[in-house]
């Protein structure tokens, strides 16, 4: 597994397979977009396959803040230790700062706090119809 902080060289064709279970999940093709348009990203590649299987994303101010809005390791590839060296190194980029933030669904507190996060309090809205990102 080969580990990248950059977007060079990778294609919608290399993102296929991601957003699973989502109602109306983005296309490659904004996929691509919202990977570029982070300040953050850790991509896991599969060398022999040429494929993204994993990748975490992060907004972030440059000073103070940072917030992971994404989190993904193609089915496939679950439970071989890949989201845990995609956060692991995402945290890493960002110690610099005062705080990293992110939001998850109550069953996945555990794991993230054995990667040395804490369970806080936050609010959130969703737009659901915009999910796509189209």
Same mark, same amino acid.
């Given at each position: 597994?080969?580990?990248?902080?950059?977007?060079?060289?990778?294609?919608?064709?290399?993102?296929?397979?991601?957003?699973?279970?989502?109602?109306?999940?983005?296309?490659?093709?904004?996929?691509?977009?919202?990977?570029?348009?982070?300040?953050?990203?850790?991509?896991?590649?599969?060398?022999?396959?040429?494929?993204?299987? @994993?990748?975490?994303?992060?907004?972030?101010?440059?000073?103070?803040?940072?917030?992971?809005?994404?989190?993904?390791?193609?089915?496939?590839?679950?439970?071989? @230790?890949?989201?845990?060296?995609?956060?692991?190194?995402?945290?890493?980029?960002?110690?610099?700062?005062?705080?990293?933030?992110?939001?998850?669904?109550?069953?996945?507190?555990?794991?993230?706090?054995?990667?040395?996060?804490?369970?806080?309090?936050?609010?959130?809205?969703?737009?659901?119809?915009?999910?796509?990102?189209?």
């Amino acid at each position: 597994m080969m580990y990248v902080n950059s977007m060079d060289g990778i294609s919608s064709a290399m993102v296929d397979g991601f957003f699973v279970d989502w109602p109306n999940p983005p296309s490659a093709r904004t996929h691509l977009k919202l990977l570029a348009g982070s300040s953050h990203v850790v991509l896991a590649i599969d060398e022999g396959k040429n494929k993204v299987v @994993g990748f975490i994303t992060a907004i972030s101010d440059g000073v103070l803040s940072a917030y992971i809005p994404l989190l993904e390791v193609l089915p496939a590839y679950q439970n071989k @230790g890949i989201g845990n060296e995609l956060v692991s190194r995402m945290l890493k980029q960002l110690e610099h700062l005062y705080m990293i933030d992110l939001c998850c669904d109550d069953d996945l507190v555990p794991y993230y706090e054995k990667l040395g996060m804490m369970k806080g309090t936050g609010m959130l809205k969703r737009n659901y119809d915009r999910q796509s990102g189209e």
